[in-house]
């Protein structure tokens, strides 16, 4: 199981190389890991609006980026939709989780530099629910444009594949 060399997971999905056994795995992982983010501990907006907005939004977003990564799967080759959809969404999705708290990490280190006067100024702006709302959304569209994107170079990959496989053939 790759946990996050993307390229090489693209290069055996071309390939074909990826097993049922293989798949298996990924979805077990993913349902675990589902599960226990599941249970993890909520974040409390102040207003529910935001929570009500926020779950609308994610709903939007899962429901429209699934159904365009069906769609780059369905005007390539059309094959094996769920074994690529797993394997590409837990690698992207770990590389994203990884960089995402990367990003929160130095924001957190940057605001606990800077003056408590400065930092009070930034919070207001912004606010603590509107900047994990935004936060968590800019992230959730980056996570299917990463996961199309590598269901193109999958496609793209399957067709040269099958072009140097035929030229092969010929000699």
């Known amino acids: 199981m790759i946990w996050f060399n993307l390229k090489k997971l693209e290069r055996l ?20 890991l589902i599960t226990l983010s ?3 501990p909520e974040t409390d907006f102040s207003h529910y609006g935001w929570e009500i907005s926020y779950i609308i939004l994610e709903l939007l977003i899962t429901i429209v980026g699934t159904y365009l990564v069906f769609k780059v799967n369905s005007d390539g080759d059309n094959r094996d939709f769920l074994k ?3 394997s590409l969404s837990f690698v992207n999705g770990l590389r994203l989780v990884i960089f995402y708290l990367v990003l929160k990490l130095i924001f957190k280190i940057i605001m606990f530099i800077i ?8 919070n207001d702006f912004f606010g603590e629910d509107a900047g994990e709302f935004f936060f968590d ?9 990463l996961l199309m994107s590598s269901f193109k170079r999958v496609n793209s990959g399957r067709i040269e594949e099958k072009v140097a496989v035929q030229q092969e053939d010929l000699k």
């Open 115 to 122: 003056p408590l006067d400065l930092w009070h100024s930034i």
């Open 13 to 32: 999905l071309i390939q074909n190389k990826i097993t049922e056994a293989i798949s298996y795995q990924y979805l077990l992982v993913f349902l675990v």
């Open 84 to 86: 690529r959809y797993f």
């Open 137 to 145: 959304i800019i992230f959730s569209l980056i996570f299917y444009w």
């Open 38 to 40: 599941a249970n993890a």
